[in-house]
């Protein structure tokens, strides 16, 4: 996780880099609910998007704020919210909402720890949906996955998700945010524009999709059949994936967001000890890197899932890998005294120990 | 090369700006800088720490150190939480007017300030984790003085500027408790 590069860049912690990253993307309105660790984004965003040009409010609460956001997004204007895990849990019907409604937004978890696996990529709220949802493993990675979401979310348009942590949230590096330049995206023809209804040329947002009397829309099962192709579309498309010294390995650790940088440590160490070993991890957490993991497992006669929660993507990780009787979690819950953020586990002693534990040397 | 400083505290006491004066003005000699703040829901008396690497190289420092080069200990309730990551002989500053107690470390090089009296005694009486940090720098040379005294001007809030002077006055009067560069941080570094 280094700070890496020249000393022109400045010192900057990774809630603030990641609000740097979200203006340069066009972010323009942003609203949440304090939460540690998710409080020092909203201040950093409250702090510079006026200046920027956009409205940043705090609200009275996370559905407040969600709904906030959705309204915000329906009118096109590049609109973000979050929380952590707990928060994002009240946010789940306007999630749902958006989603069904085929409206862009970015959503920040700036999560206490790894147990929100599940909420990030099984679409909490009702209906059928995904979450496009990034896990960056430090700060430099965050301000990366910042700017291609909000660039994902108005290409498919859907509601995406960056799950932090409390690391990279309060992590400082030396790191300059550049705005990265994305291929032309379509028109935002669908967004409404404030015309009112009897001028004919009001627009509408409506899960139902019903349309209006003289304007009818394809009804409720036409939309979400179209909006589930949609997400299939998403899956073939969008997964992203690291692996490294996978092509020989007989052993695979594989890790989402923080903990990767303590297992490409471990793989480091191990290497030069000889063994066989290598280690696979999610970006996207949804889709997941399904393919990818089949063909990084091939052959390996263990694959180690290191989440620190009480196993969650080892669903996914089993379902994927080319032979699923080797797979085996190697985390756990671990929290700190605190409860914001992970715990002993989050250690490289604790993680070596595990893995030597299981490969018996 | 990679220096690792654990920071130890109370809510209260200044260790995170204690910290991030550090890792700007290393930032600000060049150096590349770590900096992992830890601390949780509590503000006062609850448990303060801060992690920082500084290197003259892009970094491998993970966001838990293990191992590390130094410890700077403003109050010994959360000492426990440092002491197991600390290297072999690692060098360790403490804020001696609170640190009274035996730290349970062989092998470290134990620098002790009474920062609280020192600071009451250049009229800083709110300045005791400057004080420790002079102090660090200069026995130690991670950064300079000077830096010290430059990062500390940038990171004071508009609303906090009448106190420039006293946080100035502590950092320099930390600096001359110990003796310049006698656990230097930087090889080739003399007094």
């Known amino acids: 996780m280094g700070g890496g590069g020249g000393v022109t ?10 609000a740097e990253a979200a203006i340069a993307a ?3 309105f942003f609203t949440g609910y304090p939460m540690l660790p998710f409080t020092e984004l909203l201040e950093c965003m409250a702090a510079r998007l006026p200046a920027a040009g956009g409205v940043c409010v705090n609200a009275a609460s996370e559905i407040e704020a969600i709904n906030m956001a959705l309204g915000a997004a329906a009118t096109g204007a590049r609109s973000a919210t979050g929380s952590c895990g707990q928060g994002l849990a009240l946010m789940q019907e306007g999630v749902a909402e958006l989603a069904l409604n085929e409206l862009p937004l970015v959503l920040f978890n700036m999560a206490r720890g790894q147990q929100d696996y599940f909420q990030a990529t099984r679409g909490g709220g009702w209906g059928d949906y995904r979450t496009i949802a990034l896990a960056p493993k430090d700060v430099p990675e965050a301000v990366a996955h910042t700017q291609l979401l909000f660039d994902l979310a108005d ?8 799950y932090g942590d409390y690391v990279i949230a309060h992590t400082s590096v030396g790191i300059e945010v550049e705005p990265v330049v994305f291929p032309p995206l379509p028109p935002k023809d669908w967004a409404l524009d ?11 947002i409506w899960t139902w999709n019903r349309g209006k009397p003289n304007t009818p829309g394809a009804g409720p099962d036409a939309a979400w059949k179209r909006i589930a192709d949609k997400y299939a579309e998403i899956e073939r498309a969008e997964a992203r994936h690291e692996a490294r010294d996978t092509e020989d390995a007989e052993v695979l650790l594989v890790s989402f967001g923080t903990t990767a940088v303590f297992v490409d440590r471990v793989v480091e160490e191990l290497r030069a000890d000889g063994l066989r070993i290598g280690s696979f991890r999610p970006v996207s957490l949804w889709p997941f890197p399904g393919s990818a993991l089949a063909e990084a497992s091939a052959g390996c006669r263990a694959v180690l899932v290191y989440e620190l929660n009480a196993g969650q993507m080892v669903d996914d990780v089993t379902m994927h890998a ?35 534990e299981v490969i018996g040397r | 090369m990679e220096r690792e400083v654990l920071f130890t505290g109370v809510g209260g006491q200044g260790v995170q700006i204690a910290s991030r004066t550090l890792a700007t003005a290393a930032m600000d000699e060049g150096r ?9 829901g509590g503000m006062r008396g609850g448990m303060t720490n801060a992690e920082l690497t500084v290197g003259d190289g892009p970094l491998r420092a993970l966001p838990v150190a293990a191992g590390a080069w130094s410890a700077f200990v403003m109050d010994p309730s959360y000492w426990y939480t440092v002491a197991p990551r600390l290297g072999r002989h690692p060098v360790v500053v403490v804020n001696a007017s609170l640190v009274t107690g035996p730290l349970g470390l062989d092998g470290a090089t134990v620098w002790e300030v009474p920062a609280a009296s020192l600071a009451a005694e250049v009229q800083s009486p709110m300045g ?11 026995v130690t040379g991670l950064v300079g003085t000077e830096a010290v005294v430059a990062a500390m001007r940038q990171l004071v809030p508009a609303y906090r500027t009448q106190h420039l002077e006293a946080n100035e006055r502590a950092i320099r009067a930390g600096a001359d408790a110990l003796p310049a560069l006698a656990s230097p941080a930087w090889a080739g570094a003399a007094a």
């Open chain 1, 194 to 204: 404030g015309t009112m209804s009897g001028t004919g040329r009001a627009r509408q």
């Open chain 1, 322 to 356: 080319a032979d699923r009787s080797v797979v085996r979690s190697i985390g756990g819950v671990s929290q700190d005294a605190s409860g914001m953020r992970q715990g002993d586990l989050l250690d490289l002693g604790a993680l070596r120990a595990r893995v030597r």
């Open chain 1, 155 to 162: 290409r498919w348009r859907t509601p995406v998700l960056l």
């Open chain 2, 32 to 40: 590349q800088v770590m900096l992992v703040p830890r601390y949780g």
């Open chain 1, 9 to 18: 860049r400045r010192l900057m912690q990774g809630s603030a880099a990641v």
């Open chain 1, 26 to 28: 066009g972010c323009r």
């Open chain 2, 128 to 138: 005791a984790g400057f004080v420790l940090l002079g102090a660090f720098a200069a």
